[in-house]
C-alpha cells in the first residue's frame, strides 16, 4: 500500500513538473529596436507574470500546459497581446516589439522643427513639445491666444510691455524677446514690426504641438534665434473628418469663439481654422487704467492641401488677422472722457500672410522640399499727441534637400528672406526705415554613430545686404547610457540684425526712438551651449518618474541698448560690452493611476557686462518655480491645479519689484462628442496694484511703469467643446 501511494505521488509530481513552463522573452521598441527597461507581462485570467530586466529580458516560470494568452504591456507604448501554445517548441528567448502609442509621452512625439520624422528621444539637439492634452489643457486657461500656454513653461516667461494694451513678449532664459524666433510651420511670421501683439493674435485651436529650442538654433533657420525659437505646428487633414467648435466667455465680459475644420479626400484636403475674439474693458484694481483693454479680432486661415500622386503634396493657404484695440484711461474708453480722463493707447492691427509649400519624394531616401511665404502687416499705434504706424512688407522662400540612408540624414537648403519697414511720416521726426535682403546656405548631419550615440552637426552661411557674411556652426549630441538614461550637449553660434522693434521701444510706443544708424552699428552675435540630464523610470504599472536637468549658458556680444540723449530723444547703442544668462532648469513629472504631478524650477542668471561694470538685467525672474497636478478619468474628466512662483526683479528704475505666487484650477467634463470646462485663473487675486504701482505722475499723462506681476487679477472663464 505505501508503494501505491509513493508511486502516485511521483507521478502527480511528475504531471505538475510537466505542466510547469517558462517563457523567455526580449521585449523592444518596435521602431527603434531599444529594449525597454521595466515592461510587464501578465497571463490573462492569473496573477502570473514578470517585469523585464535592463536587457530587456523577461521570464515567467510556472506556466501551465495548453493554450494561454499573455498581454505585454510598458508605459507610453500600445499593449500587445499574444497566444502560446505550452509547452513551447522553441528554447532561444522570443523578441516582442511594442510600438509606440499616440499618446502624451513625450519619446513618442514627431518633431518636424529639425526637418526630420525623428522623435524627442532619437533627436540629439534638446526640444521641448507641447501637444495632446497638455494643449488642449493649457487652451483651456487661454482660449483667445498663447501667451499663458508659454508663460506656463519652464524656462519661459511672457513680458508684458504695456499696462494698458496687454501687449507681451517672450523670453527664453531670461534674455529678451526679441532673441526669440516665433515660426508657424517653420514660416518666419512674426518678427520685426509684425512680431507686436502677436503672442495675443494667435489663437491655439488649430495647433497640432507647439516646439520650443531653447539656444542658437540658426543652423536651419538663421538669424534671430540666439535664445531660441517656438515653431507652432498646425494641424494637417486626416482622412476622418474632424470638426472642432469652442465658445469661451470671462468673468472680465470677455470672448471668444473659434472654429476648426479638417478633412482629407482622394485628392484634396483641406484646414480652415476661423475665429472671433471680444474684450471688454476692465480694470479689477480701481486705478483708473485698463488692466484689460477693449479689443475685437477677427482670423480666418484656411489651407488647401493637394495630393498630386503618392509622392508629390502641395499645400497653399493664407492667414487674415484684423484687430482693433485700445485701452488707457477706463472713463474715456467708456464714456468718451474729458480733459481730466483724456490717455488713451489705441493700436490698429491688419495682418496678412501667405504660404505655399510642396514635398516630392524623390525614392525611399530622399526628399525634395520647397516653401515661400509672403507677409505683409500693418500696424497704427497712437497715444494723446503721438502717433506711430508703418507697413511691413517680408517674404521667405526656401529650397531644401533630405537624405536619409539609414544610419545618416543629410539636410541641404538655400533660402531668402526679404523684410521691409516703411514708417508713415506725420511730422519732422526721422522715420526708422529699413530694408533687408538675407540670403542663406546650410547644410546639417544627423549620424547614428552606434545604436546609443547620435551627433548632429550643421553650418549655415548667411549675406546680409547691410551686416555682410555669417558664419554660424552648431553641433548636438545624444548619448544614450541606457533606456533610462540619455545625455545630450549641444552648442552654436547665432546673430541677431539690429532693427528698432525691441521690447524698450515698444514699451514708450516707439515715440522719439532715433533710426539705427547702420554705419555705426554691428550686428548682435552670441555663442551658447546646454547640457542636459533625462532620466526616466517605472516603478510599476501604475507609477512612472521621469527627470530632466538642463545646463545653458548664452553669451551676446555687442547687445543694442536703447539709450536716452540729451535732446529728450532716444538712441539704439552698442556700449562697450556683453549680456550673458546662465543657469538650470529643472523638470520633474511624477505619475501614479489617474494622477499626475509637473514640478519645473528655472534659475535664470542673467547680467549685463558694460564698461567693466556688471549689472542684473531687468525683469528676470532669477527662480521661478512651477508646479501642476493633474488628474484625470480618461475621456471623463479632467482636473488641474497650478502654482507658480516668482521670485523678486530688478526693474528699469532701479527698484526692485515684489516676489509673487499665481494660483489657478482647471476642471473639465468630457462626453462623447463635447465637453464643458471652467477655470479659476489667479484665483489668489495676485495683482502688481496690490503691493507696487503701475504709473507715476497725472492721470491725463501717466509715466508708466515695468509691469512684473499680473495686473488683471483673478478671472474666471469657462466654455463649451464640441468634436463632431
Known amino acids: 500500500m505505501g508503494k501505491l501511494i509513493l508511486f502516485l505521488l511521483a507521478m502527480l509530481y511528475t504531471s505538475i513538473t510537466l505542466g510547469q513552463n517558462t517563457l523567455k522573452v526580449i521585449i523592444k521598441d518596435s521602431e527603434s529596436k531599444e529594449v525597454l527597461f521595466g515592461a510587464s507581462a501578465i497571463i490573462q485570467g492569473t496573477t502570473i507574470g514578470a517585469s523585464s530586466d535592463e536587457n530587456g529580458f523577461l521570464e515567467i516560470n510556472n506556466i501551465p500546459n495548453g493554450k494561454q494568452i499573455i498581454t505585454f504591456s510598458y508605459i507610453g507604448y500600445l499593449g500587445k497581446t499574444d497566444t502560446f501554445n505550452f509547452p513551447l517548441t522553441q528554447t532561444e528567448p522570443l523578441e516582442i516589439l511594442l510600438s509606440p502609442s499616440e499618446g502624451d509621452e513625450l519619446d513618442e512625439i514627431i518633431i518636424s522643427s529639425m526637418r526630420s520624422s525623428r522623435t524627442i528621444y532619437n533627436t540629439p539637439t534638446r526640444i521641448e513639445a507641447i501637444s495632446g492634452e497638455e494643449l488642449e489643457e493649457k487652451g483651456n486657461m487661454k482660449p483667445g491666444d498663447i501667451r499663458m500656454m508659454l508663460n506656463e513653461s519652464t524656462g519661459i516667461q511672457t513680458q508684458q510691455t504695456s499696462a494698458t494694451s496687454y501687449n507681451s513678449s517672450i523670453r527664453i532664459q531670461g534674455l529678451d524677446g526679441k532673441y526669440t524666433q516665433i515660426l508657424r510651420d517653420g514660416y518666419s ?146 464714456d468718451g472722457g474729458s480733459s481730466e480722463h483724456s490717455y488713451f493707447e489705441k493700436n490698429k492691427t491688419n495682418r496678412l500672410s501667405t504660404q505655399i509649400g510642396l514635398d516630392h519624394i524623390i525614392n525611399d531616401k530622399s526628399k525634395l522640399s520647397f516653401k515661400n511665404s509672403i507677409s505683409y502687416y500693418d500696424r497704427s499705434i497712437e497715444i494723446p499727441t503721438f502717433k506711430f504706424s508703418g507697413d511691413q512688407l517680408s517674404s521667405f522662400t526656401e529650397a531644401t534637400y533630405n537624405y536619409n540612408s539609414g544610419k545618416s540624414e543629410w539636410i541641404v537648403g538655400l533660402n531668402l528672406w526679404t523684410d521691409k519697414f516703411d514708417q508713415d511720416k506725420f511730422n519732422e521726426a526721422e522715420v526708422v526705415d529699413y530694408n533687408y535682403t538675407t540670403f542663406g546656405v546650410f547644410i546639417q548631419n544627423t549620424w547614428n554613430l552606434t545604436d546609443k550615440f547620435i551627433l548632429e552637426t550643421g553650418l549655415r552661411t548667411d549675406y546680409q545686404n547691410e551686416y555682410g557674411f555669417f558664419a554660424l556652426p552648431r553641433i548636438s549630441a545624444l548619448l544614450k547610457v541606457n533606456p533610462k538614461l540619455a545625455l545630450r550637449l549641444g552648442s552654436g553660434l547665432g546673430y541677431k540684425t539690429p532693427t528698432v522693434f525691441t521690447e524698450d521701444a515698444e514699451r514708450i510706443q516707439f515715440k522719439d526712438v532715433l533710426p539705427i544708424d547702420i554705419s555705426k552699428t554691428k550686428a548682435e552675435q552670441s555663442i551658447g551651449g546646454n547640457f542636459d540630464v533625462n532620466y526616466k523610470t517605472q516603478f510599476s504599472n501604475e507609477m512612472s518618474f521621469s527627470l530632466n536637468a538642463l545646463i545653458f549658458y548664452t553669451q551676446i556680444k555687442d547687445p543694442l541698448i536703447l539709450t536716452p540723449t540729451s535732446n529728450n530723444t532716444f538712441e539704439f547703442l552698442q556700449p562697450d560690452g556683453y549680456i550673458d544668462t546662465k543657469g538650470i532648469e529643472t523638470n520633474i513629472k511624477l505619475t501614479y493611476k489617474d494622477f499626475k504631478l509637473f514640478v519645473g524650477y528655472t534659475l535664470a542668471d542673467v547680467i549685463e557686462h558694460y564698461n567693466g561694470e556688471t549689472t542684473t538685467f531687468p ?87 515695468d509691469i512684473y506681476a499680473p495686473v488683471d487679477g483673478f478671472v474666471l472663464n469657462g466654455g463649451l467643446k464640441i468634436k463632431l
Not at 215 to 244: C, D, F, H, M, Q
Not at 306 to 319: H, R, S
Not at 624 to 638: A, G, H, P, Q, S
Open 189 to 334: 511670421l512674426y518678427s520685426g514690426f509684425s512680431g507686436g501683439l502677436s503672442l495675443l493674435q494667435i489663437a491655439p485651436l488649430d495647433l497640432k504641438q507647439v516646439e520650443v529650442i531653447k539656444g542658437a538654433s540658426s543652423t536651419l533657420y538663421g538669424g534671430g534665434a540666439i535664445a531660441g525659437l517656438v515653431n507652432l505646428i498646425s494641424k494637417k487633414p486626416v482622412e476622418e473628418r474632424e470638426i472642432n467648435l469652442m465658445l469661451n466667455g470671462t468673468s472680465a465680459l470677455g470672448l471668444d469663439v473659434s472654429g476648426f475644420y479638417s478633412q482629407k479626400f482622394k485628392k484634396v484636403g483641406t484646414t480652415i481654422f476661423a475665429s472671433y475674439n471680444l474684450g471688454a474693458p476692465y480694470d479689477p484694481s480701481d486705478v483708473g487704467f485698463t488692466a484689460i483693454p477693449k479689443f475685437t479680432r477677427y482670423t480666418i486661415n484656411p489651407k488647401l492641401f493637394v495630393y498630386i500622386n503618392d509622392k508629390t503634396t502641395l499645400n497653399a493657404g493664407f492667414n487674415i488677422t484684423i484687430e482693433e484695440r485700445i485701452g488707457g484711461d477706463i472713463i474715456y474708453i467708456e
Open 619 to 705: 525683469l528676470v525672474a532669477k527662480h521661478r518655480l512651477n508646479n501642476v497636478l493633474m488628474y484625470e478619468i480618461e475621456e471623463k474628466l479632467k482636473m488641474g491645479l497650478e502654482a507658480y512662483y516668482f521670485s523678486p526683479q530688478e526693474l528699469n528704475d532701479g527698484a526692485t519689484g515684489k516676489q509673487y505666487w499665481l494660483f489657478g484650477f482647471m476642471v473639465e467634463k468630457l462626453w462623447e462628442n463635447f465637453s464643458v470646462f471652467i477655470n479659476f485663473e489667479n484665483f489668489g487675486n495676485t495683482r502688481q496694484t496690490k503691493f507696487d504701482t503701475i504709473y507715476t505722475g497725472p492721470i491725463t499723462d501717466p509715466t508708466f511703469r
